[in-house]
């Protein structure tokens, strides 16, 4: 006989052969108090101080609650709301593992989030967030949230802001902080208030209204939080008293102020998610297939580069170089280049790959293929050719490798390396080095009379097609521009 689980008690099979769990026998885990071990505060918002924990042999994050004399009915509703928070069961929702609700011990307790909320990441000037990088966790935002709205009952955040918005070790985006209404101090008072607490820079214009609030007031929320992930700025840092900000967002249909270089779809999903009339505004589904879309033009510029990308590897931060290399050449019908010649373009483009459980491999990453367009495209172009009339077509390949051919080009080192590197040599020695912060971009390091080292950067202005740089001359400092001039004639005018 084949053997079997022991019978689930809380489990029966129905008519139709499906599983169906009791979910009155199925609350939330409940914690005892002696379970919880504080081991350090992380962080502190108005209702709870928040720790680094461990209960049951697990490192988690563990919210102790300011409100610890729930009456009756509020204890009721808190339960309730945690068994609902339990149900949700989603990679960029914030898994909720129990709650202690003994009295004096009120405490929530959830996975720890290693590198702490997106607030203080997108101000940390440490962290290396590509634009790119940046709106895939615009996405897995609306990713979470859409999973909220489409709950039965509909789960309504009501307080989507960056710092509840917590990152994993991943880098993977945790939405947290909703559904526990309980516990929250109410949002009424605040129409009391003279100063502007923290939520209302995310709330929408019906909600400081006092309005119907539905799922699309989370929407103008993710609008705010959308333009501080874009421009990394704190939205209206210059408003201090509520009733004048209310009268600006709602009156005045005020906004953020959108920079100039921001994509323009990045720019009309600002102001798809923040328009005053909540029925205008899109659905997180919606959202998440427009930044699907725009996705791949926030690493690549070149336009052939970006539909090469969003056709053959959609929703894909890297490729594996084996599987990029044969789209890339049959997508511009290149015929893949000698040896060495390739050496030089994966030296360009390739990074190495490594996780816990594969060997590793060589990848091209999307920030990677875009900086490679930048410095060395077109893909292909048609030159003068040596007699008058002559077309020629040159390849990105044979672009990369004449420049790698020079002994002055030295890829993209970092500043220190060619200082290191430039040590041993005389007055009148240079290299030249690729940007690694914006592509297109360069910077020839040289040798200067009184053995200094003296570093030159050339900035490429896409806008203009002009280069840039700014040369002090007699302690003077200025800028000169190219003005239409080839590079060379650029580099000659300077001397
Ligand atoms: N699970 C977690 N893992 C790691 N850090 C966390 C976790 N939960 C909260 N934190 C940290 O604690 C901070 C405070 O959280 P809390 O929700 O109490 O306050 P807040 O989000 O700043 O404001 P509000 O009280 O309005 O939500 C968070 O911003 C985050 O930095
Ligand atoms: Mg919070």
Redesign the pocket.
Known sequence: MIPTRPANPTAAVNATGHVQLDRTQFGPPDIAPGELKYLKK???????N?YLGEVRGVQV?I?KLFKQDLNPRSLQEFKKEAELCSRLNHPNV?LFMGACTAPGEMAIV????ER??L??LLHNEKAQLSLYRRMVMAKETAVGMAWLHGMDPMIVHR?LKP??L?VDKHGQIKV??FGLSAIKPAHEKLKDKDTIP??PLWMAPEVMMGRQVDEKSDVYSYGIVLWEIVTQKVPWPEMSSFPKFRQAVCLQDERPPIPDDVLPDIKTLFQLCWHKSPEQRPSFKQIIDMIDALLPSTAINDPEGIELWRTHFPSREYVPFDEFFPIFCKQFNLTAPEPIPLECFKALVVSVHRDNIMEPIEIVNIDAFGALLDNFGPIKAQVKGKTEDSLKEVTIFDRIYRLCKQPWFHGDITKDKAELLLKAYKSGYYLVRLSTTVSGCFTISRVTPSQKIHHQRIDWIPATQTFKAKITINRQAREVSSQGKSLRSFLNNQG
């Open positions: 992380i962080g502190g918002g108005c209702f709870g928040v994050a919210k914030l959830t996975e720890l989030c702490g909320n607030e203080t307080d710092s509840n917590l947290c902080d923290g939520t």
